[in-house]
């Protein structure tokens, strides 16, 4: 309702109802007549040209762009709006580009949950191969138990037999050379000497009497004499060669494989299950600069 010149004059010339005319996508019309007195109230659908702000630079006031929250995820509403410090330019995906900080203050021009996207997933796979394997093995091998099948035989250079060896039976084969030497001697003895006819037996007595020394050598045979007991073989070298039949050997122990070549074919099966749960990026929303 408008007043104008002196009561005379005064009309009631509009009725418009109580409340707010305009809004972001309307705005107020207001029609006055020749008196100067408001007649109408209406609202009139607000349309932008194409060319509003073609020319202006990125991040002036009145422009968009995709942004996003430096840090933290905060949820907003749309309409709500946030210094230029807080957020980054970044593209549809949530991607920041170079980290640019826009300045000025933004309007969000739909929602920002704040929450990281989340490639969430997952998936199995098998494979096989095979191929040709070269290389040396390092370290030791334990040994706890086993046995050894086969024969052993080689040359043994050097070595000593201890303890004695037990000789139940055998025979001696071949000859032995005998040198003897030593004293005669003839004790004291005495003897009965017949007398002629028979007639009475003399006993003669002899006195002992020195020998002599003697000496003299040949050769004994000591073919198929039976020999027994012990003989000790302590300090005794052999040497020659030996075969040993190792089967049913148990062994045990520690066996070093180092610098051992190996080598061959070598067939792979893998069977894989994985499960992903990756942070790809924060939102990105379109705002506005309003200052």
Known sequence: MAFYGNAANANVTVDPAAGNY???NAIPVITVDSDKRISAINTASLTLDASVNTNSSTGDVGTYGFLMQASGNTSYEPGQTLAGS???YA???GNISNNVTPSGTWRLMGYDSG???INAGSGSGSGSGSGNISGNMSGNISLSSGEVQGNASGTLQGGEVEGNTSLSSGNISSNTNVNVSGNISVAAHSHGVPSPNNIARINNTKSATAGGNFSGSGSVSLDNIGVGGNVTTDGL???GNVSVSTD??????TVATDNVAIGGNASVNVNTNVNVNTTVAYPASLWMRSA
């Open 86 to 88: 807080s957020l980054r």
């Open 115 to 117: 929450s990281p996207r």
């Open 237 to 239: 070298n052999v040497a």
């Open 248 to 253: 049913g050997l148990n062994v045990s122990g």
């Open 91 to 93: 593209d549809a995906t």
């Open 22 to 24: 305009g809004s972001s």
